[in-house]
């Protein structure tokens, strides 16, 4: 791991990086952090385009770490290019069109994308790194699946996480069960997915969801401090880091085997359920200050 250098101020500069058309990336040569900023279009949730730019960053990255005999990259870091908004999950538009036509396939293809991210993102894509997920605004459904997923999850004070599918008669397939189960016990998992509650950082935080508090405005600092506390105890940190992966397994059949129910499921939805769904992405868009 590198020797990082806080800066209390300011955090370091960051180098451009390759730009895809949903996505904003950067690296910190300094600190070792590659950085990708989610701007999902036309709304700020999971679109394929977004789903595909992740993927071919992550594989430029692991390229990367190849060619580098494993020391381009200390730290991944997810988040938002998009204020106020981390992501507001799976493309509900894309749901209904694939749903209305009975098109299983669609569904599954778009679950498994989703799973072939969050699950290497887990496991750190099996490189030795540590992966971060940076929330500065509101996280919902799929996206906080994909914030969950992250080896540390580090949120700003005020911001809104949640999995509202149960408004529309389904429930998060990508990962939320799974992970959430394992941070604070099935039942509380299976009450926080059957009451669609949202609920704030600071709750989430007591709850034991998110590891890091930020104050607003100052998420990327803490970013910024969290590495520099690792790196003062490298060996503890890369330690229990190898414990959480032996403790908190979740293999790729589970998450599988969760995404194809809730492809099955998603088809059983009524006339009713996609009418929610509309007026949710009708949501999506205001809060993304589209028309």
């Known amino acids: 791991m590198s020797n990082v250098a806080y800066m209390s101020a ?8 390759i730009d895809q058309s949903q996505l904003k990336t950067f690296y910190d040569r300094k600190n070792k952090i590659g950085w990708f900023l989610m701007k999902g279009s036309p709304r700020p949730s999971f679109t394929l385009q977004l789903l595909d730019d992740i993927s071919d960053y992550l594989e430029n990255v692991k390229t990367e770490m190849v060619s580098s005999r494993g020391e381009k990259y200390d730290y991944l870091v997810v988040g938002s290019d998009v204020s106020g908004v981390f992501n507001l999950g799976g493309d509900l538009e894309l749901f209904k069109v694939y749903i209305e036509s009975n ?8 679950a498994m994308k989703c799973i072939d991210i969050l699950y290497q993102n887990m496991f750190h894509y099996n490189l030795d790194l540590t ?12 996206g906080f699946e994909a914030a969950l997923s ?5 949120a700003e004070r005020g911001v809104k996480m949640g999995l509202p599918e149960v408004l529309f008669n389904l429930f998060p397939g990508m990962g939320a069960y799974s992970l959430l189960s394992r941070k604070i016990g099935f039942a509380a998992a299976e009450k926080m997915i059957l009451s669609g509650t949202l609920f704030t950082s ?5 709850m034991g969801v998110v590891d890091i508090l930020a104050e607003k405005g100052e998420g990327e600092v803490e970013v910024y401090r969290y590495i520099g506390s690792a790196s003062r105890a490298n060996n503890t940190y890369k330690s229990m880091q190898k414990l959480k992966d032996i403790c908190n397994q979740v293999t790729y059949k589970e998450l599988s085997d969760i995404a194809t129910v809730w492809a099955d499921s998603a088809l059983q939805l009524s006339p009713r359920d996609l009418r929610m769904m509309e007026r949710l992405v009708r949501r999506q868009t205001a809060k993304s200050g589209g028309a």
């Open 131 to 142: 992966t971060i997920s940076l929330i500065q605004g509101d996280a919902l459904g799929g």
């Open 150 to 154: 992250s080896n540390v999850i580090i």
């Open 202 to 206: 600071e709750q989430l935080f007591e």
């Open 10 to 17: 300011t955090p370091p500069e960051k180098e451009s990086h």
């Open 103 to 110: 098109n299983r396939e669609g569904l599954l293809t778009y």
